[in-house]
């Protein structure tokens, strides 16, 4: 039997998710920074935080439609 979707912390936990993402962004601009990458692992980097900032996107239209639900009383 599947379990009933419980998305009460659905908010939360997405601006968690976001912020993490923000962390990685942050860590890895700050290596990419302070060392000397070579160009294939740089290229790497920043194509991964290319994608991450394409995550952050996702999460906050998924944030806002979340909270549009709360608030309708969707759940």
């Keep these: 039997m599947a379990k009933p979707d419980?998305?009460?912390n659905n908010v939360e936990r997405l601006q968690q998710m976001r912020e993490n993402t923000i962390q990685n962004?942050?860590?890895a601009e700050e290596t990419l920074a302070q060392s000397d990458v070579d160009g294939a692992e740089r290229q790497a980097?920043?194509?991964k935080n290319d994608r991450r900032?394409?995550?952050i996107h996702a999460f906050e239209s998924e944030i806002k439609d979340e909270q549009e639900?709360?608030?309708r009383g969707n759940y």
Excluded: C, F
């Design 6 to 8: 419980n998305r009460k």
């Design 53 to 55: 900032r394409e995550s």
């Design 45 to 47: 980097i920043e194509q």
């Design 25 to 27: 962004i942050e860590a």
């Design 69 to 71: 639900d709360r608030e």
